[in-house]
């Protein structure tokens, strides 16, 4: 089953359907404060948002796509710690007193514009008692959550399985069945080189569970996709389920 998303009763600054759940769960009052210093950005895919050891100057929420935050070997190979949605929030960790970038946050699926908040205006919110610092909390506790599970799905599970749980986990986020997904960006979220991420979509094609072509993926089947996924991402799911986020 996929996730239900927010509902979309209330507009973002530039008049679009507001999706991010964090946001959309606060009382009207909070949303209308906080909208107040809301801005909106448009980004590309593969755009940087975030750099390891740079101040952290905005945090953003997610209204849709998929965002990944990296970390980067002395080699240059990256490979993907946490996946951030409509579900979350990009720099979380400034919340955690840590006002440096962790790793390299980049936009992997666009889908719309980007809704950002001011470090300085987010500190405040959070500083003051209230559903919106609850909800920030709560999320930390999940991303968390979320970070260790990825670190003991990379060490255990086969990249076949691997790759079923991310295509999940965008097809989560995103809107339809269709968006697009380059092989070499799949490769640096799954820590593989791009070849392997190609005999691993082709074999899933072949199986009929997914079509892919021209840089776009199309999940065809499912419930397939969720039976050839590792445990990980019902344990995903379940974490921020159990959180209530």
Not at 100 to 128: I, K, M, N, S
Not at 150 to 177: P, S, Y
Not at 191 to 200: A, I, K, L, N
């Amino acid at each position: 089953m996929r996730r239900p998303t927010a509902r979309a009763t209330r507009l973002l600054p530039d008049g679009t359907p507001l999706h991010n759940e964090l946001l959309a769960a606060l009382p009207a009052p909070n949303y209308r404060r906080l909208t107040a210093h809301l801005r909106m950005t448009n980004v590309k895919s593969g755009e940087t948002l975030q750099q390891p050891g740079a101040r952290v100057t905005r945090v953003y929420f997610p209204n849709g796509g998929v965002f990944s935050v990296t970390s980067q070997m002395r080699d240059g190979a990256l490979v993907e710690v946490a996946t951030v949605g409509r579900e979350g929030m990009l720099g979380v960790g400034v919340y955690l007193g840590d006002p440096l970038g962790a790793g390299r946050t980049f936009q992997q699926v666009a889908d719309g514009a980007l809704p950002w908040l001011g470090v300085a205006h987010f500190l405040e919110e959070t500083r003051r008692p209230g559903p919106f610092r609850d909800a920030v909390r709560l999320y930390a506790q999940a991303n968390l959550l979320q970070v260790m599970q990825g670190t003991a799905c990379n060490a255990l599970h086969d990249v076949t399985q691997r790759c079923c749980r991310w295509l999940l986990q965008t097809h989560d986020r995103v809107e339809g069945d269709n968006f697009p997904m380059k092989h070499e960006f799949l490769a640096v979220m799954l820590g593989v080189r791009r070849p392997t991420v190609s005999v691993v979509m082709h074999a899933l094609q072949r199986a009929g569970l997914i079509a892919s072509r021209y840089g776009r993926v199309r999940i065809v089947d499912r419930m397939r996709l969720e039976e050839a996924s590792c445990e990980c991402y019902e344990v995903i799911r379940a974490h921020f389920k159990r959180l209530r986020l």
